[in-house]
């Protein structure tokens, strides 16, 4: 009989951190700490107080702990827990998506202030308030007041004192000049006002543009809506695509739990003695079983301790590999109960000591049976006392090679 060793293949996908497994881990650790940090700083914009902040922020911090490992915690959980835990991590991602959207709302917009403050000083600079004057209307009413007494003045007549009448016609002449020209700077001061006001206007309108977010506009015109409605849809959508980005790299990351029929975990028992007798043990290609050899006499009666069984049993590879519903610890920790004397290779009494389903004791029955009797006709007594209730033993041959006895 030609029989090979494990393949290096089978031994790679038995290992608990592969390629695949390591690269989940980086990315989920990655999208994590991203999401633990936007957290941080949403709750801390929320806050006004320092107490606040903190408890914002801590708040945030289970939330997205919730949302990020709620899935890949209840994965092979009963029906009714899963439902529970389904229902509070779509809490937890609303809550988590609401604390994102606001970071991403509120770094917008500081950026938009950013921009804003930085075109608003390259341009203010250009013009100065023009001086403070009267205004138009108080230059109007003397400039009415002067040119009604200078008009008195010309149509009076010059009996005694014409050299004094002559003064004061030319004295009006000049306070009316003055408050011309008085009118003229106010006329230029309201023109430079309004030339201000405009350029204020301006301004604004350029600072309002620069807070915008150049896509965001085009898209709220391609979509006809507004802008705060494509600014809030934005952030939404990039924390949603953040939460379910860690979350599946967690699913991927973390092992599922192996759990019997009822929902109970079951004990998983891989040691490195299994995986170095997995090495030299002889398997066949088509079917998990062992060539026994014969041993020498002294070695025939010398009993197996518990260790050993183990890993003799942890030799035989489960049928359905190593992620399959009868796994290879199954078979192991049915092996080393049999070999103990602990229970019977029966249906019921598999199902009672695994605390597994009938479907899942068959087989593991069947697969033991089927190492059981592949072995040397030589070992069949030691069959009988197994059926029969009794304690069958393992020993090692000269070789080290473990086999039945």
């Not at 835990?85 to 779509?90: P, R, S």
């Not at 604004?204 to 807070?211: G, I, Q, S, V």
């Not at 489960?318 to 229970?343: F, K």
Request: charged letters at 20%; glycine letters at 6%.
């Amino acid at each position: 009989m030609n029989n090979i060793a494990p393949a290096s293949g089978q031994l790679s996908r038995c290992l608990p951190f592969s390629s695949s497994r390591a690269c989940g881990w980086l990315l989920a650790t990655l999208a994590s700490g991203t999401s633990l940090w936007i957290s941080v700083v949403a709750g801390i914009e929320r806050g006004g107080l320092p107490v606040e902040r903190a408890v914002w922020a801590a708040v945030g911090v289970v939330l997205l702990l919730g949302a990020h490992l709620i899935p890949a915690l209840s994965r092979g959980a009963g029906a009714n827990v899963r439902l529970l835990a389904m229902a509070l991590w779509i809490v937890c991602m609303v809550s988590t998506g609401y604390g994102h959207a606001t970071f991403f709302l509120a770094a917008q917009r500081h950026a938009g202030d950013v921009r804003a403050t930085t075109l608003h000083r390259s341009v203010q600079a250009a013009d100065a308030p023009p001086a403070a004057g009267r205004s138009l209307a108080e230059i109007a009413r003397d400039q009415a007041r002067v040119t009604q007494q200078l008009a008195v003045a010309r149509n009076s007549r010059c009996t005694t004192r014409c050299e004094q009448l002559a003064v004061r016609r030319e004295s009006l002449s000049a306070q009316l000049a003055a408050f011309d020209v008085e009118a003229a700077e106010g006329r230029r001061r309201e023109q430079t006002i309004d030339r201000m006001r405009v350029a204020n206007e301006r301004q604004e309108a350029r600072e309002e543009l620069a807070r915008i977010d150049p896509v965001t506009a085009r898209a709220a015109a391609w979509l006809d809506v507004s802008r705060e409605t494509v600014d809030l849809a934005v952030a939404l959508i990039y924390g949603s695509v953040l939460e379910c980005v860690a979350c599946l790299c967690w699913l991927l990351a973390l092992p599922p739990a192996r759990r019997d029929a009822g929902g109970h975990p079951q004990p998983s028992i891989v040691s490195d003695s299994s995986v170095a007798a997995a090495s030299h043990v002889p398997v066949t290609t088509s079917r998990c079983r062992v060539e026994a050899q014969p041993a020498p006499a002294a070695a025939s009666n010398a009993p197996v301790t518990s260790s050993h069984a183990v890993d003799a049993a942890a030799t035989y590879p489960s049928r359905d590999g190593c992620t399959g519903r009868v796994t290879h610890s199954d078979l192991v920790v049915l092996t080393h109960a049999i070999a103990e004397g602990q229970l019977r290779p029966t249906v019921k009494e598999i199902r009672t000591f695994l605390k597994c389903s009938q479907d899942k004791a068959m087989r593991l029955r069947r697969q033991f049976l089927e190492v059981m009797s592949e072995a040397p006709s030589g070992e069949h007594r030691s069959d009988a006392r197994v059926f029969a209730g009794q304690r069958p033993r393992l020993v090692h041959s000269g070789s080290g090679r473990p086999r039945a006895a």
